[in-house]
């Protein structure tokens, strides 16, 4: 069964930079699949970050875009995000899934459990 | 962008009702729609994927259909572990979209 968990560093001061960590098991399918991020702000609905692909190959979506780094470590094979310049507005649970189906952009499964990032001084 | 309208946004119902929720797309998204189920503090989990293939281990009380832009969520008969929160999300173009929710109360 696979299991997706991400990991954080919970809060975070504003303008920083937040680094996200997403941890699959088995670890070797993350060869074999796009991986989405997803955040979800407090009390509201759900907003996609980017995929990426094991050859980095990445698509984000273009309000992120300028801030964002989604990137791939080949020898542990976790998957990463990265947000610069974060602010209040960045404050959200933070959704790691696998995409499913045989194209780039289908539909995500599973999710992780998530990891809440909070922005604040 | 494709904007995905969910409706209603909120519904009061009781065990064993039958229950609809509609997604529309802003343009045409051929059967590129896909529904999850989140329940308070957890993750959204995948319920049916291309409009109406039901994902594994889903009970078969939930079905999709609908073709283009307009898609249907139905819940043949309630039952009490199905109060909820219910989004859509096309997979048709980047970036992906998701529906506003649905929240299924009793």
């Known amino acids: 069964q696979v299991q997706v968990v991400e990991s954080g560093p919970g809060l975070v001061k504003p303008s920083e930079t937040v680094s996200l960590t997403c941890s699959v098991s088995p670890s070797s399918i993350v060869t074999d699949h796009y991986w989405g991020w997803i955040r979800q702000s407090p009390g509201k609905g759900l907003e996609w970050i980017g995929n990426i692909d094991y050859n980095g190959k990445t698509y984000y979506n273009e309000s992120l875009k300028s801030r964002v780094t989604l990137s791939v470590d080949r020898s542990s094979k976790q998957v990463s995000l990265r947000l610069n310049s974060v602010t209040a507005a960045d404050t959200a649970v933070y959704y790691c899934?696998?995409?499913?189906?045989?194209?780039?952009?289908?539909?995500?499964?599973?999710w992780g459990q998530g990891t809440l990032v909070i922005v604040s001084s | 962008d494709i904007q995905v309208t969910q409706s209603p946004s909120s519904l009061s119902a009781s065990v064993g009702d039958r229950v609809t929720i509609t997604c529309r797309a802003s343009q045409k998204i051929v059967n590129y729609l896909n529904w999850y189920q989140q329940k308070p503090g957890t993750a959204p989990k995948l319920l049916i994927y291309t409009a109406s293939s039901l994902q594994s281990g889903v009970p078969s009380r939930f079905s999709g259909s609908g073709s283009g832009t307009d898609f249907t969520l139905t819940i043949s008969s309630l039952e009490p572990e199905d109060f909820a929160t219910y989004y859509c999300?096309?997979?048709?173009?980047?970036?992906?979209?998701f529906g506003g929710g649905t929240k299924v109360e009793i």
């Open positions: 999300q096309q997979s048709y173009s980047f970036p992906l979209t």
């Open positions: 899934a696998r995409v499913m189906g045989d194209r780039k952009l289908d539909w995500f499964d599973p």
